[in-house]
């Protein structure tokens, strides 16, 4: 079993920064290789995907609407993956989840994952 941690949302004006952190833990994810993907859902819309990066930190993924603003990322020991979310606006008003993916290289999609952060919500004002 894989527990994700999730911290860092908050309330932020336009055109400032914020940071979200992952920890994980559990034996399964030290055993197996997991790549960690970032989404985000708004009310009323679908859950989408905003980035995502491979177990071996060397490819990563974007959507076209976060492209250049923010950055994935995760650390030596594997355990943690952090959102850089910088140029926020008010469209990226959403909760935002992490998730870990068992055995998958790099994915958009939400059925490729197996584990879920319990999301925080993260609001731009105006």
């Known amino acids: 079993q894989v527990q994700l941690v999730e911290s860092g949302g908050g309330l932020v004006q336009a055109g400032g920064s914020l940071r979200l952190s992952c920890a994980a833990s559990?034996?399964?994810?030290?055993?197996?290789?997991?790549?960690m993907g970032w989404f985000r859902q708004a009310p009323g819309k679908e859950r989408e995907f905003v980035a995502a990066i491979s177990w071996n930190r060397v490819t990563t993924d974007y959507a076209d609407s976060v492209k250049g603003r923010f950055t994935i990322s995760r650390d030596n020991a594997k355990n943690t993956v952090y959102l850089q979310m910088n140029s926020l606006k008010p469209r990226d008003t959403a909760v935002y989840y992490c998730?870990?993916?068992?055995?998958?290289?790099?994915?958009?999609?939400?059925?490729?994952?197996?584990?879920w952060s319990q999301g925080t919500q993260v609001t731009v004002s105006s």
């Open positions: 998730a870990a993916g068992r055995g998958v290289a790099i994915s958009r999609s939400p059925n490729d994952y197996d584990y």
């Open positions: 559990g034996r399964a994810f030290s055993t197996f290789f997991y790549a």
